[in-house]
């Protein structure tokens, strides 16, 4: 395990969520908009832009901490999981002749 993992996991996990509130936020202000305000519009493309602006941080922060799922996933894939069955060697029979 590294001890980096803990802090990008949180920065991944704030960023998520800050992006899902950005995400609400936008579909309101979208629902919002006039009727007329279609994209293409200016409108819509200038509210559009708005929230691609306050997104990029966020996505720059999986961009650059996001590799840490996978390194997790394959630190875990070669660890030994305490759950795994440990082999354990069959029990030697020992065959007594009858007297």
Do not use: C
């Not at 202000?29 to 305000?37: G, I, K, N, S, V």
Request: net charge positive; glycine share 4%; no cysteine.
């Amino acid at each position: 395990m590294q001890s980096r993992w803990v802090y990008q996991l949180g920065v991944l996990r704030d960023a998520l969520d800050r992006l899902d509130e950005l995400h609400e936020r936008w579909l309101q202000t979208r629902d919002a908009l006039p009727a007329t305000a279609k994209p293409g519009t200016a409108g819509f493309d200038d509210a559009l832009a708005e929230h691609h602006a306050e997104s990029w941080s966020y996505l720059d922060d999986w961009a650059t901490h996001g590799k840490a799922l996978r390194e997790i996933n394959s630190a875990a894939r070669k660890a030994r999981s305490p759950l795994a069955l440990i082999p354990v060697p069959a029990p030697v029979r020992r065959i007594t002749a009858r007297k």
